[in-house]
């Protein structure tokens, strides 16, 4: 079973503006941590911003920040003020506490408009 | 801290010759990934270690992908015969374990099959 999911292929988002990218996740452990990590073109995985499963408030880091519903297993990330160096491909991931597998979803493309 | 090496970073070989990636990680850490991303897809785990056991690789073709940690550091991926169909990205990453550390990614191995 997909443990990420992740249904937006590619977004455009203009300039300055905001954007939200999904990601629901499935899992029976109580302990987890979610990231998400960005790809740009040049094909490194940067990591961008992290969620644990006992955390009560939503992560933020900067202009990102994890829009996290624990009782709807969704962690979305939310760029704000998008630059134009923020497109790129981004990826929702969660690590399990039982084995520590790190599982990716198929990533978002964001194409950030001038 | 020295990130997460790799090499080599670009490599183009003929179907049914064999190839070899090598992977060191940061220093410490002791849970170590291989992924294999192909293009405009997530990356897929293919193995993952446990300082230098094996502690999921479910997902390795075993009839030909085989990996090793060298004292729970180094790791080397091989692929023998390589198929058309390995064409692609295969990235390392490497974390101090636990489920609520990110996971740090090495540039990657592109891999050309022709």
């Known amino acids: 079973a997909q443990k990420i999911t992740q249904t937006q292929p590619g977004m455009f988002v203009q300039e300055k503006e905001a954007v939200t990218l999904d990601c629901t996740y499935d899992?029976?452990?109580?302990?987890?941590?979610l990231f998400w990590y960005k790809q740009p073109s040049s094909g490194e995985m940067i990591f961008l911003i992290y969620q644990g499963s006992y955390d009560q408030q939503n992560a933020t880091e900067g202009r990102y920040s994890l829009n996290f519903q624990k009782a709807r297993k969704s962690a979305n990330l939310v760029i704000s003020a998008s630059q134009l160096g923020d497109s790129a491909m981004y990826f929702c991931a969660m690590r399990e506490g039982g084995d520590y597998k790190l599982s990716f979803g198929a990533g978002t493309t964001v194409t950030v408009r001038a | 801290e020295a990130g997460v090496a790799q090499s080599p970073r670009y490599k183009i070989i003929e179907k049914r010759q064999s190839v070899a990636f090598w992977c060191n990680p940061i220093?410490?850490?002791?849970?170590l990934y291989w992924y294999q991303q192909i293009l405009g897809q997530g990356p897929k785990l293919l193995i993952q270690f446990q300082n230098n056991g094996v502690v999921d690789d479910s997902q390795l073709p075993k009839d030909r992908f085989s990996a090793e940690r060298l004292k729970g550091v180094d790791s080397t991926l091989k692929i023998q015969p390589a198929k058309l169909e390995d064409s692609a990205v295969y990235l390392c990453?490497?974390?101090?374990?636990?489920?609520?550390?990110?996971?740090?990614f090495g540039q990657g191995t592109r891999l050309t099959v022709v």
């Open positions: 899992t029976s452990d109580p302990s987890y941590g």
């Open positions: 990453a490497s974390s101090v374990g636990g489920w609520n550390t990110e996971a740090f």
């Open positions: 220093s410490g850490h002791a849970t």
